[in-house]
C-alpha cells in the first residue's frame, strides 16, 4: 500500500469504511516530496524519540518509524487508531493513545523521554495544541508540524506586522520558527479549503527568564494583546491583578526599559517583553 498515492489512499479508506471527518481536520498527506521535507527537517536518528499528533491512517508514522528509536503516536479517532493498532501490531518502538490531544500532558510526555514533535496537526487544534507544547514544563527540544499557512505565518511574524501577536511572542520566546515550506491543498486527500505550511521550531538553549516570571510573561502578553490597539502605559493599568502599580510607577518601568509608553503590543520585540517582565517582577 502506497500512501502518497491518492489512488491507493481512496481505495484503502473505502476498503475499511472510513469517511474522512472534517471536523477532524482528517486530511492525510498524499505527497511524497512534502513528506519527504518534514522528515528531512526532523533530521531524525535512532536516539530520537518522537510524539506525533493525529497519525492517521500511518503515512508519517512509518517514515518516523524507519528512522527514529521510538514513536509514540496519539490519535483521536477511535476507528484510525484501531487501523493503527492492527497495521502496527508487531512494532515494538510504537506506542499507540487513543486520545484528544488536548487532554494529554504533554509535559509528562516530554518528561518520559520525548525530544521531538513531528505532526501533520489537524487545522481546528493546531494552535492550541502548539501552546501547550511551548507552555510544558519541559518542552520539546524540536517541534517540526504542518499548520494552516495563516497559522505558520503568525508563529514566524516579525514586530510591527499585522500577523505578530501572542502566539507569535509565545513561540519565539522558547523557540527559532521558521516557515519551512508551503503547501498546496493538492497534496492532501481529501482537499483542505486552505493551504497549509511545515513550520520549524528548534528550542533555544536557555529560556530567558524564570519559571515564575516564565508565568508572568504568558498571561501579561495575554492580557496586553487583548489590547492590541491601545498604547501599553494605559493597558499595564488595566490589569491590577497582575500588576500593582500606580500608573507613574508604571511611565517609570518603561522608561527604564527603554520601552516608548505610547507603543502597542505588536511594536514590542521578544526582548524588550522580557525585559518588561523582569523590572514588572523585580524583587518578587
Ligand atoms: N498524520 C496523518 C497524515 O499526515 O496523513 C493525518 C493528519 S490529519 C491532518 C490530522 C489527524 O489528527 C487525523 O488523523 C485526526 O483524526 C487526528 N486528530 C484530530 N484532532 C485530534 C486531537 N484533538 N487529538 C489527537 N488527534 C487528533
Known amino acids: 500500500m502506497n500512501l502518497t498515492s491518492p489512488s491507493h489512499v481512496r481505495a484503502l479508506l473505502d476498503d475499511i469504511g472510513f469517511k474522512p471527518s472534517k471536523l477532524l481536520g482528517q486530511n492525510f498527506l498524499i505527497d511524497r516530496n512534502i513528506l519527504d521535507i518534514i522528515i528531512k527537517t526532523a533530521g531524525l536518528t535512532s536516539a530520537d524519540h518522537v510524539l506525533e499528533i493525529g497519525p492517521g491512517l500511518g503515512v508519517v508514522t512509518q517514515q518516523l518509524l524507519d528512522k527514529a528509536g521510538s514513536v509514540i503516536a496519539v490519535e483521536k479517532d477511535k476507528r484510525l487508531f484501531a487501523y493503527l493498532q492492527e497495521k502496527f501490531k508487531d512494532v515494538p518502538n510504537l506506542r499507540l493513545i487513543n486520545a484528544d490531544m488536548l487532554d494529554v500532558d504533554t509535559g509528562e510526555l516530554i518528561e518520559s523521554g520525548v525530544q521531538k514533535v513531528v505532526s501533520n496537526l489537524p487545522y481546528s487544534v493546531g494552535s492550541r495544541i502548539l501552546v501547550d507544547m511551548m507552555m510544558a514544563e519541559p518542552n520539546p527540544e524540536l517541534i517540526v508540524v504542518t499548520v494552516q499557512f495563516e497559522v505558520a505565518r503568525r508563529l514566524a511574524a516579525q514586530p510591527d506586522s499585522k500577523e505578530y501577536g501572542v502566539l507569535s511572542v509565545w513561540a519565539q520566546a522558547g523557540y527559532d ?86 507603543s502597542r503590543p505588536e511594536n514590542i520585540g521578544i526582548a524588550k517583553w522580557c525585559e518588561l517582565v523582569k523590572a514588572l517582577t523585580y524583587g518578587k
Not at 182 to 205: L, Q, R
Not at 233 to 251: C, F, H, N, T, Y
Request: aromatic residues 8%; positive net charge; charged residues 25%.
Open 177 to 262: 520558527v521558521e516557515m519551512v515550506k508551503s503547501i498546496s491543498p493538492g497534496c492532501f486527500w481529501p482537499k483542505p479549503e486552505v493551504t497549509s505550511a511545515i513550520v520549524c521550531m528548534k528550542k533555544h538553549d536557555h529560556f530567558p527568564l524564570t519559571c515564575m516570571q516564565k508565568k508572568v510573561f504568558f498571561s501579561l502578553t495575554k492580557k496586553m494583546f487583548a489590547y492590541r490597539r491601545k498604547q501599553l502605559a494605559s493597558s499595564l493599568g488595566r490589569v491590577p491583578d497582575l500588576i500593582k502599580m500606580s500608573q507613574k510607577e508604571i511611565g517609570a518601568i518603561l522608561e527604564n526599559t527603554g520601552i516608548d509608553a505610547k
